[in-house]
């Protein structure tokens, strides 16, 4: 029985636990094995399991993770069968107890550019802050920044400059939630005639299409819209109520299909099987997602909505890069499907899958992913990165410059699309 798949997928940020002092009495690991196993075994979205044999898996890794002498190592063997079937959204927790433990950073953003690991940003408040920690610095030591909440780690960056400097930063938790609200935007009066729009979206979810409408309100009187979805780490289908102002009527935009349809189709989906579902408009929070699926018996197809006269008439942009993910990912093919608008940056992460999030014996949490998504022609979207129509190479040099390459050549995009 599927539980209530997770819309169009919550980006994963769990971490394995640091070794932890064994439990009195000791975990029953093989009990909570099987618990997962089983678990993965009955609401994977897949039924051919992505092309693995799920039985032969839980053989070979079953009495290693029996005899796991903490969580840490138990952690680690059941994931590392899990990552035997290749797919995203697919992790076990630790117990919320041991969850932060050898988990957390340094409160930055941290992105590797030209093979180097540049900060992109220093979190407000943060040790990394207080202790001299710039935008722009490559991070030259240690291999990894992860570990212990409160711990100190000894960080070794070159500046922008060349110079080498050396600091002893604390660890914090600082990634997770994601600013709120997960939209902004402003305008930009180029000249006289010309205004431009500049969304930002690092999430959709709950409440995102609320946002949306009053953002694209503001933005309506403008020539050109740039959406900036470099940092979007997913959410939910609140992204096609967005959308909807650039579609121009009311189209089917994409699919969910679970394991109870998948099985009862017994084969690969195709646009004609498609066509047969009713369509879901309006479905812009995790609980309507939820039900639409459950309604079609494991399968939904969401459509956009006519915006009528305040359907937005000018150029629209869309900028993504490799940290954009999973909802994010939808978001920019429905872009392109519905609205024929131009992608700029990077490929995405390739993430895009339906999970949801199981709860298991000692405080355990598997996320699974229960859903496959599908464009409305058949095509699989699952996990494939999302390529862009204009590419632009990223440099390290370009964020001590505090250049943005990838806005100015969004910029350079709209202007000939509006005709300069």
């Not at 009195?24 to 618990?35: H, I, V």
């Not at 109870?260 to 997602?289: C, E, F, K, M």
């Amino acid at each position: 029985m599927i539980v209530r798949p997770l819309a169009v997928a919550l980006a994963s940020f769990f971490v394995l636990a640091s070794p932890a002092r064994a439990a009195d009495p000791p975990p029953a690991y093989g009990a909570l094995f099987d618990e997962v196993w089983k678990t993965v075994g009955t609401n994977f979205y897949d039924p051919t399991f992505n092309g693995r044999d799920w039985r032969a898996l839980g053989d070979r890794y079953r009495a290693e993770a029996s005899a796991a002498p903490d969580d840490a190592a138990f952690g680690r063997v059941a994931n590392r069968m899990l990552n035997e079937l290749g797919v995203s959204h697919l992790h076990l927790s630790p117990p919320a107890a041991n969850a932060v433990r050898g988990g957390v950073g340094i409160g930055a953003e941290i992105e590797t550019i030209d093979g180097a690991r540049v900060v992109i940003e220093v979190a407000p408040l943060s040790d990394a802050q207080r202790q001299g920690l710039r935008v722009g610095d490559r991070i030259v030591g240690p291999k990894s920044l992860a570990g212990p909440l409160g711990g100190a780690v000894d960080v070794e960056v070159m500046g922008c400059d060349g110079e080498v400097r050396r600091m002893r930063i604390r660890r914090e938790q600082a990634s997770w939630p994601p600013p709120h609200p997960g939209l902004s935007w402003r305008i930009l009066g180029l000249r006289p005639g010309l205004k431009v729009g500049y969304l930002r979206i690092d999430r959709f979810d709950d409440g995102a299409a609320e946002l949306a409408d009053r953002a694209m309100d503001a933005l309506a009187e403008t020539q050109g819209i740039i959406i900036d979805i470099r940092r979007n780490g997913g959410g939910n289908l609140s992204a096609l109520r967005l959308a909807s102002y650039f579609s121009g009527e009311s189209r089917p935009a994409v699919a969910l299909l679970a394991r109870p349809y998948l099985d009862s189709l017994g084969r690969r989906a195709t646009a004609a099987d498609l066509a047969n579902l009713a369509p879901t408009q309006g479905a812009y929070t995790d609980a309507a997602v939820f039900a639409a699926v459950e309604r079609g018996r494991g399968a939904a197809v969401y459509q956009s909505e006519d915006m009528g006269a305040k359907r937005y008439k000018g150029a629209v942009v869309v900028v993504m890069s490799g940290e954009t993910a999973s909802a994010g990912e939808g978001f920019a093919l429905i872009m392109r499907d519905l609205a024929a608008a131009p992608l700029v940056g990077r490929p995405t992460a390739g993430q895009l899958l339906s999970s949801d999030r199981f709860s298991l014996s000692g405080g355990w949490r598997l996320t699974v992913p229960v859903g496959g998504v599908w464009g409305v022609d058949g095509r699989d979207f699952g996990d494939r990165s999302v390529t862009p129509d204009v590419e632009v190479p990223r440099a390290a040099a370009d964020v001590c410059r505090a250049r943005d390459a990838d806005l100015d050549r969004a910029l350079e995009v709209l202007e000939s699309r509006l005709g300069r």
